[in-house]
């Protein structure tokens, strides 16, 4: 079980949704699925040691949510048997990812 992965992807969700406490729309949202099914994650499957991001606090949101989902996609898919929404959360992080992308740009 990749706990400390977890752990990682639970604090670049953390400031994915801090990041973002301020929007009320669906990307907002998706943020906050993704963030509680890593919570519940950790929870499960807690790291024996503590975990860190270097640079997290300068991580922008498309950045956290890049770095989660690279994790994520690096675990192998037979823990889906241990990890029953781990579909649920790769699905809503590339979906997120494309969106933030998406309004980044828009932005720019």
Known sequence: ???????????????AT???????????AMIHEAMGISLLMAATHPSSRPVNVPGLTR????????????EVQAWDLALAAELPDLAQLRVLLADVRRDLDSSVGRRG
């Open 1 to 15: 079980m990749p706990a400390e992965s977890i752990a990682k992807v639970d604090l670049l969700l953390g400031r």
């Open 18 to 28: 801090m990041l973002t406490a301020d929007r009320w729309d669906d990307l907002a």
């Open 59 to 70: 991580l922008t949101a498309l950045e956290c949510v890049e770095n989660a989902l690279r």
